[in-house]
């Protein structure tokens, strides 16, 4: 196992452009009532960057790590479903829903099915189905059945991430804690967008969602720098 004090050390001067891009989005804070490609290109850009950081570590990283070619993937349909977001008014928020679906199947496969971890599995669908029961009184037409579709991947992506995290275990490693730490985050930023759009108003809402979001790419994204430890722990069980 890889100590954390180890990967900051090698990891952290690749997330630099990460961490600047990300200080453009909130410094320009672009309102989001005029959509544009240059807004789009600042939103996007931290996520660019994750490309970047995971790309940094060679091609046969990628080409011998599945679970890193995933998570990428989930990256570059992470950036089309942001680019989609910023004109939502437009009528094509359904579109970015769709490509965070995606997201979400890949990231899901990426964390695996071992261990099952029902329990896990269990708080993860009383907690998407106590949302699902919050939006729902909010919810017409075809949002009704997108919306509990999304709950139910995003949630499936939860407890895979979440199913990972044995702290009790010889096997448990620090990007374990990453991904789970990643997926809740990305859970919270997207239950504060439907809270926000379908049921009412919540205070600095995207604030709290971009913070999040952006946190939650970044560790699911750094989960993958130690993905060949994982898959061997895999292997095992």
Not at 161 to 172: F, H, R
């Amino acid at each position: 196992m890889v100590s954390p004090v180890t990967v900051v050390k090698s990891e952290g001067p690749k997330l630099v452009p990460f961490f600047k891009a990300t200080c453009v989005y909130f410094v320009l804070w672009l309102p989001t009532s005029s959509p544009s490609w240059f807004s789009a290109l600042i939103k996007c850009l931290p996520i660019f960057c994750l490309w970047v950081f995971l790309l940094a570590h060679g091609f046969s990283f990628l080409g011998a790590h599945s679970s890193a070619r995933k998570i990428l993937a989930g990256l570059i349909f992470s950036a089309l479903g942001d680019a989609f977001l910023i004109w939502q008014e437009q009528g094509y928020f359904v579109h970015g829903l769709l490509m965070f679906a995606i997201t979400h199947i890949l990231y899901s496969s990426a964390f695996g099915m071992k261990p099952l971890n029902v329990r896990a599995g269990l708080v993860i669908t009383a907690v998407s189905s106590l949302s699902y029961m919050l939006l729902y009184p909010y919810l017409s037409g075809p949002f009704t059945y997108l919306v509990a579709v999304y709950i139910a991947l995003i949630g499936f992506m939860g407890w895979r991430a979440i199913a990972g995290l044995q702290l009790t275990n010889d096997l448990w490693t620090w990007t374990k804690l990453s991904a789970c730490l990643g997926a809740v985050l990305f859970m919270v930023s997207d239950l504060t967008i439907a809270v926000n759009k379908f049921c009412f108003p919540v205070p600095h809402s995207r604030a709290i969602i971009m913070a999040t979001y952006y946190a939650a790419q970044m560790l699911i994204a750094l989960s993958a720098v130690e993905c060949q430890d994982v898959e061997v722990a895999r292997k095992r069980t």
